[in-house]
């Protein structure tokens, strides 16, 4: 049991080491440029990854309490609960992305002001259940010895919390789940009927991203909420080590395998890539002055974005 709790405390100071630089770095790039800062997916993606990361402090805390077996100022348990809410309050920050893309890709028309609301009511939440947990009359713990966090339901008010997070997290889902459908029934029937989607490429990368975050969260959610599973610490360590992995790993790793943009960004290539694109540019206009005639696909107006044009060069006589 020391050597189990000594394994999977090393397990999380690795975690905790290696991968929030890298998540920090990114989040970092969506808030300070501004073509990234200007678009609210991004903003959205953003602050979905701050709640990510949130994951972190328990998995240090942790980690410490496995190996040294030291909880500082009982940060542990208080950081448990940061991560447990911040789980739900992502949830329903992925269902605004989701409308997000369903309002984009599919042309919806409705107020910016619905978004926003959403938003702040996630926030309202994620903040109302931590003073609840906080109280003297809920809690949500790790019991000695235990690999897994628990509900203290010997306490009056821990029901009602349990089940508003639980509620939240199904019903964000679900609604999560229904917006990506009808966006893939959206997109086979345009592709079918051969119609160009302006920024598709781009569409299509944002897409496939918030696809997958979805598919990973809601396995681990029907895995530990839907099934009874054995209160044995090798299944405690595989839960909150996949969970780690799922919040501080495979973004980033989307990330930097699906978007070519940040993956320039996150590598410092951007301004490399620029100037060898402006002195090509340079030269083929010296040399072979040309006029332009393009045909915009009609959809939502993201700015001079050179996927969203369809050009036929003609040369000058």
Not at 3 to 20: H, T
Not at 70 to 92: F, G, R
Not at 217 to 231: V, W
Request: glycine fraction near 4%.
């Amino acid at each position: 049991m020391a050597n189990l709790e000594n394994i999977s405390g090393v397990i999380y100071l690795l975690m905790a080491a290696f991968l929030p630089p890298i998540y920090i770095r990114i989040i970092y790039i969506f808030v300070t440029r501004q073509k990234y800062r200007k678009l609210e997916c991004y903003r959205l993606m953003a602050q979905i990854g701050i709640m990510q990361l949130m994951v972190a402090p328990i998995t240090v805390l942790g980690g410490m309490r496995r190996v040294f077996d030291v909880d500082p100022l009982n940060l542990t348990e208080i950081s448990l609960k940061l991560a447990s809410i911040s789980i739900k309050v992502e949830a329903i920050l992925s269902l605004v992305l989701a409308m997000n893309r369903l309002r984009m890709i599919c042309g919806l028309k409705y107020p910016d002001a619905v978004h926003t609301v959403i938003v702040a009511l996630s926030y309202t939440y994620g903040l109302g259940l931590f003073v609840v947990l906080m109280s003297p009359w809920a809690n949500f713990r790790m019991p000695t010895g235990s690999f897994m966090g628990r509900y203290d339901f010997s306490l009056p008010l821990t029901y009602y919390a349990a089940l508003s997070a639980s509620s939240v997290m199904l019903c964000s889902t679900a609604c999560t789940f229904a917006i990506y459908v009808v966006i893939i029934c959206y997109l086979s029937r345009l592709r079918s009927q051969a119609v160009i989607i302006k920024h598709y490429k781009r569409e299509r990368t944002i897409l496939v991203y918030a696809v997958i975050r979805f598919v990973t969260d809601m396995t681990l959610l029907i895995l530990f909420n839907f099934f009874k599973l054995p209160d044995e610490p090798w299944v405690g360590i595989s839960i909150y080590t996949a969970y780690g992995l799922n919040n501080l790993l495979l973004s980033p790793l989307l990330y930097l395998s699906l978007h070519k943009a940040i993956r320039r960004d996150f590598f410092g290539m951007t301004e490399i890539q620029g100037k060898q694109s402006s002195s090509e540019k340079q030269h083929k206009r010296s040399c072979e002055p040309r006029t332009t005639m393009c045909l915009v696909v009609t959809g939502h107006d993201y700015g001079d974005d050179p996927e969203s044009r369809i050009c036929e060069r003609s040369s000058v006589i």
